[in-house]
């Protein structure tokens, strides 16, 4: 058994609105599973357009409303080969944030990318095939607040999901 906490990484394009806020909520979430102490969260984006930048601040009303953490502290980054390399889950937002995840990726890395809303039992199931689009989270960057309510639906909806699969991945730590 390892003393290293599980690490988990939600990454969005500018990490001021979708990574954070999924990081937040599988914060929550993982507290209230009592997983909190072993399991470390992180975001980052795909670009460094919004490096430095704080949480949006549609995100951070959204957050609040729902009774969460609204990110005080946070400073968007853009994700580096290391961090994929040195996280045991990392969540794709996109699409098209999971394949520039998979470009920077070590090829040995690249089975630690998994499409964040594939955790959501509600979501469309992606077939041989079919492009993994069917589960993005929508970007509520250019729309208003009820947009930011939505992405906040979505994240909620497979933030469970994550939870039970890294509790999986934690007992097979244990048993190894």
């Given amino acids: 058994m390892t003393d290293d906490p599980y690490r988990v990484m939600t990454v969005c394009t500018g990490n001021i609105c979708r990574s954070p806020m999924a990081a937040i909520v599988l914060r929550d979430r993982l507290d209230a599973a009592g997983l909190g102490e072993v399991v470390d969260i992180d975001s980052a984006g795909v670009s460094d357009e919004e490096t430095g930048n704080p949480v949006d601040r549609r995100a951070r009303r959204v957050l609040a409303e729902h ?11 853009q994700i580096t080969a290391a961090d994929i390399a040195s996280h045991d889950l990392v969540l794709a937002m996109t699409a098209n944030h999971a394949r520039a995840l998979r470009r920077l990726a070590r ?17 469309p199931v992606v077939g041989p095939g079919e492009s993994e689009q069917m589960l993005d989270v929508d970007d509520p960057w ?3 607040i ?31």
């Fill in 146 to 176: 009820e947009d930011f309510e939505h992405c906040l639906t979505e994240i909620e909806a497979a933030a469970d999901g994550v939870v039970e699969l890294v509790r999986s991945q934690l007992a097979a730590r244990e048993r190894s």
């Fill in 107 to 123: 090829a040995d890395d690249d089975g630690r990318i998994r499409m964040y809303r594939s955790f959501d039992p509600q979501a």
């Fill in 67 to 77: 009774g969460y953490p609204t990110g005080d502290g946070h400073r968007a980054r």
């Fill in 142 to 144: 250019y729309g208003d």
